[in-house]
């Protein structure tokens, strides 16, 4: 089974941090997404990336940056919290043709 | 015209029943469809992949697609209360790795 593994399910952090979330999938899939989740508002592309270094803009990625170092690790940047960001963020993999895998969440709280 | 659509509910069945959902997608040449569940507060799991056109049939769900009508629907029969959730469509972007969500059809199911 595919393992994509987030690194906090929960995280509450202030106006203005440098915020970092980490994703970790384990299938040697080649691309690897951001997406937010807010109530009544769906789904939403952040980032997403198809090789190692390699990312390109989703439908919402001001404020936000990313980084693919190696392979199985993709990582979100909230370069300067704001309130606005409070939501959940899902981390998702996919190799070719094949369905997508999101990792369990993480609810992160701007104070 | 959305990319992908779904209609929101709630879709209200009582236990037992068949409860049926649809989704229509805009983009002709999409090869794969997906379906996931994601309960309230949880990651989106993916339960249903369909490749081709007919029916594919997997325990108590059954994914029905027609390419030519642009539509993919899912059944669910016996429904449980467990089954209560949100159910997403998600179609790919012909160019590219990324899947287009539908907003969800939220159902609920009722002993």
């Known amino acids: 089974d595919v393992k994509v593994t987030q690194s906090s399910r929960y995280l509450v952090k202030r106006t203005g941090e440098k915020v970092f979330l980490e994703c970790v999938q384990d299938?040697?899939?080649?691309?690897m997404f951001w997406y937010r989740q807010d109530p009544g508002l769906g789904l939403r592309l952040i980032y997403f990336?198809?090789?190692?270094?390699?990312?390109e803009k989703g439908d919402i990625p001001e404020g936000y940056s990313v980084s693919r170092e190696k392979k199985e690790r993709f990582s979100l940047i909230l370069e300067s919290a704001s309130t606005n960001q409070t939501s959940m963020y899902l981390c998702?993999?996919?190799?070719?043709?094949?369905?997508?895998?999101f990792g369990d969440g993480t609810r992160l709280s701007i104070l | 015209q959305k990319e992908v659509e779904q209609n929101s509910g709630p879709l209200s069945v009582p236990e037992g029943a068949i409860a049926s959902l649809n989704c229509t997608y805009s983009?002709?040449?999409?090869?794969?469809f997906f379906w996931y569940r994601q309960y309230s507060g949880k990651s989106p799991e993916l339960i249903m992949s369909?490749?081709?056109?007919g029916d594919k049939e997997d325990g108590r769900f059954t994914a029905q697609l027609n390419k030519a009508s642009q539509y993919v629907s899912l059944l669910i029969r016996d429904s449980q209360p467990s089954d209560s959730a949100t159910y997403l469509c998600?179609?790919?972007?012909?160019?590219?790795?990324?899947?287009?969500f539908g907003g969800g059809t939220r159902v609920l199911v009722k002993p």
């Open positions: 998600a179609v790919p972007k012909a160019a590219g790795n990324k899947l287009t």
């Open positions: 299938m040697d899939h080649e691309n």
């Open positions: 983009d002709r040449v999409s090869q794969s």
């Open positions: 369909i490749y081709s056109n």
């Open positions: 990336s198809y090789d190692v270094k390699m990312k």
């Open positions: 998702a993999s996919r190799g070719g043709n094949q369905p997508q895998h």
